[in-house]
C-alpha cells in the first residue's frame, strides 16, 4: 500500500515543474501559462529508504522493490472553481480520489513567470484554494441533505447517520472552517471517510522557493509555516526548479549537486516523509535471497491486516508473524544471527505492527 497524494494549487505556482520532478517524466507540460495541465496527470514513484538497500545487502536479495506513491498533477484551480470557473469542477472530482492534498504554492519572485492574481502571496493564494473547495462541499452537502430528505423520513438508519455527520461538516463549513475540524467519534469514522468530502483531505503545504532558499526557506515559506502550524497542517520547503535539475542526474551526479546546494536531501524525500507524517503511515519488510520488499501500512496496523496487505489469503489464514526489528535484523547480519540472539518474536492477532519490522508470515491456505 502506498498513498495517493493530489497537488493543487493556483496556477503557475510550480505545480507540474514539480510533477514532473518527482516522477521523472515530462507527462505534465509545464508552461508559463494557466490550465498546462488539461488532463490530470498521474505518476508512481518508489519510495527512497535506505534501510531497504541495507537489508537487500545483508540478505543477498536478488531483487529489491520499493514501496510506491501516487501523485497525481491536478490542473490550476482558480478562484470561482467551484462553480466552474477555469477547469473547475472536472478538477474538483479528482481530488476526491486522493488520500492528501499537496497545496503548492508560490513562494518566490520572478517578473518572467506571470501571477494570475498579479501578486505574490502564498497565505492568499491558500485561502482562496481552501475557500473553493469549502464551498464545493457546502454546495455537495446540499445536494445531499436534498436527497436524504425522504429516506430519514422513512425512518432508513443509515440516512440518519449520514444527515448527522453532513449537518456537522455543514456547520463547521458555514462558521468558515473546513470539514477536517470536525471530531468525529471512532465509530463515525468509516462512515465519515466515506463522504469524501475535500476539504477533510489532510493537507501538506509545499512552498516553492527559489534555489538560494532550497535549504532554509524565505519569509514566504516562514509565513507559510506560521499559518500550517495554526490549522495543525504541515508544510515542507521544496525549489521545484532544483528538483528537476536532480532528476536529470545519476545517483553519483545528485549527491553532488546536493552538497554543492548545501541540502541534506532531495525534496522528493522531504516531501514523501512530511507525507508519510501526515498519514500516519509505516513501513515494514519482507526479506529474502530472491527479493527485498517495503510494504506500506497505517500506523497502529495488526499483524493480519499487515499480512493482507501482501494477499488477501495471508489474513485469512493468519496463524503467526515471525518478527524481528530492523536494527536486530541489522546486528545480528540477517535472520540467523538475530535468532541465535534471541531477536526473532512469534507475534500473534493482536500485535501492532512496528515500523522497520522485517515479517514472515505464516499461515493456513
Excluded at 477536517?180 to 463515525?188: E, S
Excluded at 524565505?218 to 490549522?231: C, D, I, L, T, Y
Aim: hydrophobic share 40%.
Amino acid at each position: 500500500m502506498g498513498f495517493k497524494m493530489g497537488i493543487v494549487g493556483l496556477p503557475n505556482v510550480g505545480k507540474s515543474t514539480l510533477f514532473n520532478a518527482l516522477t521523472r517524466t515530462a507527462a505534465a507540460q509545464a508552461a508559463n501559462f494557466p490550465f498546462c495541465t488539461i488532463e490530470p496527470n498521474v505518476g508512481e514513484v518508489a519510495v527512497p529508504d535506505a534501510r531497504l538497500d541495507t537489508l537487500a545487502a545483508i540478505a543477498g536479495s536478488k531483487q529489491i522493490i520499493p514501496t510506491r506513491m501516487t501523485f497525481v498533477d491536478i490542473a490550476g484551480l482558480v478562484k470561482g472553481a467551484s462553480k466552474g470557473e477555469g477547469l473547475g469542477n472536472q478538477f474538483l472530482a479528482n481530488i476526491r480520489e486522493c488520500d492528501a492534498i499537496a497545496h503548492v504554492l508560490r513562494c518566490f519572485e520572478d517578473d518572467d513567470i506571470t501571477h494570475v492574481e498579479g501578486r505574490v502571496d502564498p497565505v492568499e493564494d491558500a485561502a482562496t484554494i481552501e475557500t473553493e473547495l469549502m464551498l464545493a462541499d457546502l454546495e455537495s452537502i446540499e445536494r445531499r441533505l436534498a436527497n436524504l430528505s425522504r429516506k430519514v423520513k422513512g425512518g432508513d438508519k443509515d440516512a440518519v447517520d449520514q444527515v448527522r455527520l453532513l449537518e456537522a461538516a455543514q456547520k463547521a463549513l458555514n462558521d468558515g472552517k473546513p470539514a477536517r475540524t470536525v471530531k468525529v467519534d471512532a465509530d463515525d469514522q468509516k462512515a465519515w471517510r466515506m463522504l469524501q468530502l475535500l476539504t477533510t483531505k489532510p493537507v501538506l503545504y509545499v512552498c516553492n522557493v527559489e534555489e538560494a532558499s532550497a535549504a532554509s526557506g524565505n519569509s514566504q515559506s516562514e509565513r507559510v509555516a506560521k499559518m500550517a502550524a495554526a490549522e495543525g497542517n504541515s508544510s515542507v520547503v521544496i525549489s521545484a526548479r532544483i528538483e528537476e535539475e536532480i532528476s536529470q542526474l545519476d545517483a553519483d551526479e545528485a549527491e553532488m549537486f546536493l552538497t554543492e546546494m548545501g541540502l541534506a536531501e532531495a525534496g522528493l524525500d522531504r516531501l514523501i516523509r512530511a507525507g508519510y507524517e501526515l498519514l500516519h503511515l509505516q513501513t515494514y519488510f519482507t526479506v529474502g535471497p530472491k527479493e527485498a520488499r517495503a510494504w506500506t501500512i497505517p500506523a497502529g496496523t495488526l499483524a493480519p491486516a499487515a499480512a493482507g496487505v501482501i494477499h488477501g489469503d495471508f489474513e485469512r489464514g493468519f496463524i503467526r508473524a515471525e518478527t524481528i526489528g530492523y536494527d536486530d535484523y541489522v546486528a545480528g547480519k540477517g535472520e540467523g544471527g538475530a535468532k541465535e540472539a534471541g531477536k526473532m518474536r512469534s507475534e500473534g492477532k493482536t500485535y501492532l505492527v512496528k515500523d522497520g519490522d522485517v515479517m514472515h508470515f505464516l499461515f493456513n491456505t
